[in-house]
């Protein structure tokens, strides 16, 4: 990973890559950068010369010339203050597209019998949600995701990818609370819309105390805990 501020960013109208470069606040040294735009779309953030960025990305060499770029594989903003931004202006283009309103919602099924489960393997929230769940007969198909920071969006995404196809009765997507930085991939236009998409009833369990997390505010249900959603989902039953 590399901290640095962008310089020159460049978008070439039909192309499918971009180039910046990344400027250190210190010496004023410089380094070129090149991301394929697929990637820059996945990471939610619209570049501008003077804004502070970590990039993960890895050393290229250019052959003729002998000339080294950074190949930038996600871009994750820096400060609070700069995610705060970020996602203000991202709930008010989505609310005026009507993605968080309760017209739009969902309702739970009564008896759920199939649920798709994406969360991470590792931590306390699957095995909260498993041990509450309780004893009806559940076929739970679970999609192992990273649930931290930018890093995470291509596994949300191929994990509801992996779940729209199932037809289950109900969605659950999880995590446990975290600072505002490691919450940006629940914050990613492109996780929000596949979950404001998905073709079954949605239910989010993501703590954070402050700003709720867009993927909360687009789901069909959103409670605190994993617990809670175990409670939520047997209570019919």
């Known amino acids: 990973k590399v901290l640095g501020e962008v310089s020159g960013s460049q978008e070439y109208p039909g192309r499918s890559y971009l180039?910046?470069?990344?400027?250190?606040k210190k010496d004023g040294s410089t380094v070129?950068?090149?991301?394929?735009?697929?990637?820059?779309?996945?990471?939610?953030?619209?570049?501008?010369?003077?804004?502070?960025?970590i990039v993960t990305a890895y050393p290229n060499i250019y052959k003729p010339n002998g000339g080294m770029t950074l190949q930038v594989e996600t871009v994750e903003l820096v400060g609070e203050g700069a995610l705060k931004i970020a996602y203000e202006k991202l709930k008010g283009k989505l609310s005026s597209e009507g993605f968080f309103d309760e017209t739009r919602k969902k309702t739970l099924p009564d008896?759920?019998?199939?649920?798709?489960?994406?969360?991470?393997?590792?931590?306390?929230?699957?095995?909260?949600?498993?041990?509450?769940?309780?004893?009806f007969g559940y076929q739970i198909l679970f999609v192992d995701s990273k649930v931290e920071g930018q890093d995470a969006v291509r596994d949300l995404l191929s994990a509801l990818r992996t779940l729209y196809v199932e037809k289950v009765d109900v969605?659950?997507?999880?995590?446990?609370?975290?600072?505002l930085e490691s919450f940006q991939a629940?914050?990613?236009?492109?996780?929000?819309?596949?979950?404001?998409?998905?073709?079954?009833?949605?239910?989010?369990?993501i703590g954070h105390d402050k700003d709720a997390p867009l993927v909360s505010l687009v789901s069909d249900k959103n409670v605190s805990t994993p617990t809670a959603v175990a409670h939520l989902l047997h209570q019919s039953w």
């Open 19 to 24: 180039y910046f470069s990344l400027k250190d």
């Open 32 to 53: 070129k950068c090149f991301m394929w735009k697929n990637d820059y779309k996945l990471s939610g953030v619209t570049l501008e010369d003077g804004m502070e960025i």
């Open 111 to 135: 008896f759920p019998h199939k649920i798709g489960v994406i969360t991470s393997k590792s931590g306390a929230v699957v095995n909260d949600f498993l041990s509450n769940i309780g004893k």
């Open 171 to 179: 969605l659950v997507l999880m995590r446990g609370g975290g600072s």
């Open 186 to 205: 629940f914050n990613n236009e492109e996780v929000i819309r596949a979950l404001g998409k998905f073709n079954a009833p949605t239910v989010t369990g």
